[in-house]
């Protein structure tokens, strides 16, 4: 279902409402030719994307915050673009909740409308889903100052899902989101991380066979650490948990992580504050995300490399001139490359997706153009 409710000239709301209709003034002025907006929350995600023409105008939606509301017992959390993330997860977790999907702020200054926007999700993406499974409803600003309302507020709704879930990961190019509803869920009764020493090869082949088994699964990490190390979270039923754990144990010589030192391991993979992510080989270099089919072999890339989310997951770091030997390697596992953090020597370098085919991109772009016929929000910024 999707509800259209212009912000007419002629009123004259108060207090949220006049910062909603500011808005959709800025809007209606680019769409008649005025500088085209730049969507921006806490900033904390702005290297993501090709960069935007300089002469863009920030629309900041800080401004527009709050839980709107929040239903424990029905798992449904409405917030306003401008919260901070850190505030909803911490409400969330006053409940004993949380976002399974773990979005990464990258900074204190995330926002819940950048959370959607940009779609990014951390360790556990692979066996609990990506932000888009989670949005129940969206309330958007579109690029003619329309007040749009899509989906709802609770987990059975159907009417307008899809819109709703589109918008995650549209970076800004579809409107404004004001406000989003998302499902949420309890924090997991049992929780542990193990850690064994495993070479690429061998842990890429043990990962595919748990993927098959009845395990509480949750998240992986590879890294050519003292030779190469695996990292594994389970999750679930505490009884599960610790079933899985004494075999996965046995099965690799492992050991179990205590609480806060595997906290301290998915918190620097989600926020990429580790070394591999921290410390670039040089200034020419970017960092390259590479999602393949989780049964991908090892690629052949010289330098190190990280793997997350069973396998589907590649991290390295290279120039911008290997741009095209890195599509055609994602190519040959089923998947894309993508610039995630382009090279601190060149801050501007575009042509950051692997682009789309052609149906694809058509179709894209027809659904850009319902949404933003004048161009109005972020233009350039998936380089086509």
């Given at each position: 279902?999707?509800?259209?409710?212009?912000?007419?000239?002629?009123?004259?709301?108060?207090?949220?409402?006049?910062?909603?209709?500011?808005?959709?003034?800025?809007?209606?002025?680019?769409?008649?030719?005025?500088?085209?907006?730049?969507?921006?929350?806490?900033?904390?995600?702005?290297?993501?994307?090709?960069?935007?023409?300089?002469?863009?105008?920030v629309?900041?939606?800080?401004?527009?915050?709050?839980?709107?509301?929040h239903?424990?017992?029905?798992?449904?959390?409405?917030?306003?673009?401008?919260?901070?993330?850190?505030?909803?997860?911490?409400?969330?977790?006053?409940?004993?909740?949380?976002?399974?999907?773990?979005?990464p702020?990258?900074?204190p200054?995330?926002?819940?409308?950048?959370?959607?926007?940009?779609?990014?999700?951390?360790?556990?993406?692979?066996?609990?889903?990506?932000?888009?499974?989670?949005v129940?409803?969206?309330?958007?600003?579109?690029?003619?100052?329309e007040d749009?309302?899509?989906?709802?507020?609770?987990?059975?709704?159907?009417?307008?899902?899809?819109v709703?879930?589109a918008l995650?990961?549209?970076?800004?190019?579809?409107?404004?989101?004001?406000?989003?509803?998302?499902?949420?869920?309890?924090?997991?009764a049992?929780?542990?991380?193990?850690?064994?020493?495993?070479?690429?090869?061998?842990a890429?082949?043990?990962?595919a066979?748990?993927?098959?088994?009845?395990?509480?699964?949750?998240?992986?990490?590879?890294?050519?650490?003292?030779?190469?190390?695996?990292?594994?979270?389970?999750?679930?039923a505490?009884?599960?948990?610790?079933?899985?754990s004494?075999?996965?144990?046995?099965?690799t010589?492992?050991?179990?992580l205590?609480?806060?030192?595997?906290?301290?391991?998915?918190?620097?993979?989600?926020?990429?504050?580790s070394d591999?992510?921290?410390?670039?080989?040089?200034?020419e270099?970017?960092?390259?995300?590479?999602?393949?089919?989780?049964?991908?072999?090892?690629?052949?890339?010289?330098?190190?490399?990280?793997?997350?989310?069973?396998?589907?997951?590649?991290?390295?770091?290279?120039?911008?001139?290997?741009?095209?030997?890195?599509?055609?390697l994602?190519?040959?596992?089923?998947?894309?490359?993508?610039?995630?953090?382009?090279p601190?020597?060149?801050?501007?370098?575009?042509?950051?997706?692997?682009?789309?085919?052609?149906?694809?991109?058509t179709?894209?772009?027809?659904?850009?153009?319902?949404?933003?016929?004048?161009?109005?929000?972020?233009?350039?910024?998936?380089?086509?």
């Amino acid at each position: 279902m999707v509800e259209s409710q212009p912000l007419s000239r002629a009123d004259t709301p108060t207090g949220d409402d006049a910062l909603l209709q500011a808005w959709a003034e800025r809007i209606r002025a680019a769409a008649a030719g005025g500088p085209r907006l730049r969507i921006r929350g806490g900033g904390s995600k702005a290297f993501y994307g090709n960069p935007l023409d300089a002469e863009c105008e920030v629309l900041d939606t800080r401004a527009y915050a709050g839980i709107v509301n929040h239903e424990p017992t029905e798992l449904v959390v409405t917030a306003r673009c401008g919260t901070p993330l850190a505030e909803l997860e911490a409400a969330l977790a006053r409940h004993g909740q949380c976002l399974p999907f773990e979005p990464p702020h990258f900074g204190p200054s995330a926002t819940v409308g950048g959370m959607v926007a940009a779609g990014l999700a951390g360790p556990a993406r692979a066996a609990v889903g990506a932000v888009r499974d989670y949005v129940l409803g969206v309330r958007l600003l579109d690029g003619r100052g329309e007040d749009l309302h899509f989906g709802g507020q609770v987990m059975k709704n159907v009417a307008g899902y899809d819109v709703s879930r589109a918008l995650a990961g549209s970076l800004g190019t579809l409107g404004v989101i004001t406000e989003v509803s998302l499902k949420v869920l309890p924090v997991a009764a049992g929780e542990a991380t193990l850690c064994a020493a495993l070479p690429a090869d061998a842990a890429l082949e043990r990962l595919a066979h748990w993927r098959s088994q009845p395990l509480p699964l949750n998240a992986s990490l590879w890294s050519p650490h003292a030779g190469g190390t695996l990292w594994l979270r389970l999750r679930g039923a505490a009884a599960a948990v610790e079933a899985a754990s004494e075999r996965l144990l046995r099965e690799t010589g492992g050991q179990r992580l205590e609480p806060a030192a595997a906290a301290t391991v998915w918190h620097s993979v989600r926020e990429q504050t580790s070394d591999f992510f921290a410390q670039p080989p040089s200034d020419e270099h970017g960092l390259w995300r590479l999602s393949v089919a989780p049964t991908t072999p090892m690629l052949a890339w010289p330098g190190d490399t990280v793997i997350e989310w069973f396998g589907g997951q590649r991290w390295v770091w290279a120039p911008v001139s290997a741009a095209e030997a890195l599509c055609a390697l994602a190519r040959q596992g089923g998947g894309h490359a993508t610039l995630f953090r382009p090279p601190a020597a060149q801050p501007e370098a575009h042509e950051r997706f692997t682009p789309p085919e052609a149906t694809l991109r058509t179709l894209q772009q027809r659904v850009r153009a319902a949404f933003d016929p004048h161009g109005v929000f972020q233009p350039g910024i998936w380089g086509y």
